[in-house]
T-cell receptor, first 112, second 116 residues
C-alpha cells in the first residue's frame, strides 16, 4: 500500500525567501506525482504534474522534481509571496492511473 | 480550464438526516469521479471511485450503505450520507477525471458537513 509523507508539516518564512517542500513515497511504481495547493476550507488546485518518466516540471516560480528510484519529490518555490500561503499537498498516482494517495501536506505561511 | 462544481458548500443538520452532495463537471465529460473525505489537519482519504453508468468502487472500511454514490451521467455524481451522525462530520471533496492518468484530476471546492 502506497504511503506518502510530507516534511515539514508546517513552515513559516519571510517574504522573498526561496523554499523547498519535501515529499516521499514508499512505492516507486507510480504513474505520476502531483502537487496541489489547498486554501483553507477550499478544494484543491493542481500546481504541477510530473510523469513517471520525467525528472522535473516548472510553472512560473514553482519547480517540482521527481526521483522515482529514491521515492522523493520536491517542490521549490522561488521568491515567496504572502499570497503563496496555503497548504501544499503532494499525491502519487498509482500505475493503474486512477487512485491518488495524498500526503498530509505542508502548511506554508509567508510573512510580509 | 476544467471546472468542477460541488454543491452545497456547507451543510449543518440534525443527527439522523440524510444529506446529498452534488459534484458536476461544468465544461468537460468526466469518465471517472472520485469522492474524498478530509478531517481537520489531515490529508484527503479516498472514499470511492465511480465510473459513469456503473457501480462505485469503495475503499476498504467505507460503508457503501452509508455513503451512497450515484454517477448517472458524464457530468454529475452524487454522494448521499444516509442517516448522518456527528462522527460523519467532515469535509467532503469530489474530483473528476476525463481520459487517463496523463491528466490531473480536477477538484471541487468541497462540502463542509456538520452533524449536530
Amino acid at each position: 500500500k502506497q504511503e506518502v509523507t510530507q516534511i515539514p508539516a508546517a513552515l513559516s518564512v519571510p517574504e522573498g525567501e526561496n523554499l523547498v517542500l519535501n515529499c516521499s513515497f514508499t512505492d516507486s511504481a507510480i504513474y505520476n506525482l502531483q502537487w496541489f495547493r489547498q486554501d483553507p476550507g477550499k478544494g484543491l488546485t493542481s500546481l504541477l504534474l510530473i510523469q513517471s518518466s520525467q525528472r522535473e516540471q516548472t510553472s512560473g516560480r514553482l519547480n517540482a522534481s521527481l526521483d522515482k528510484s529514491s521515492g522523493r519529490s520536491t517542490l521549490y518555490i522561488a521568491a515567496s509571496q504572502p499570497g503563496d500561503s496555503a497548504t501544499y499537498l503532494c499525491a502519487a498516482l498509482e500505475t493503474s492511473g486512477s487512485r491518488l494517495t495524498f500526503g498530509e501536506g505542508t502548511q506554508l505561511t509567508v510573512n510580509p | 480550464g476544467a471546472v468542477v462544481s460541488q454543491h452545497p458548500s456547507r451543510v449543518i443538520c440534525k443527527s439522523g438526516t440524510s444529506v446529498k452532495i452534488e459534484c458536476r463537471s461544468l465544461d468537460f465529460q468526466a469518465t471517472t469521479m472520485f469522492w474524498y473525505r478530509q478531517f481537520p489537519k489531515q490529508s484527503l482519504m479516498l472514499m470511492a471511485t465511480s465510473n459513469e453508468g456503473s457501480k462505485a468502487t469503495y475503499e476498504q472500511g467505507v460503508e457503501k450503505d452509508k455513503f451512497l454514490i450515484n454517477h448517472a451521467s458524464l457530468t454529475l455524481s452524487t454522494l448521499t450520507v444516509t442517516s448522518a451522525h456527528p462522527e460523519d462530520s467532515s469535509f467532503y471533496i469530489c474530483s473528476a477525471l476525463t481520459g487517463n492518468g496523463n491528466q490531473p484530476q480536477h477538484f471541487g471546492d468541497g462540502t463542509r458537513l456538520s452533524i449536530l
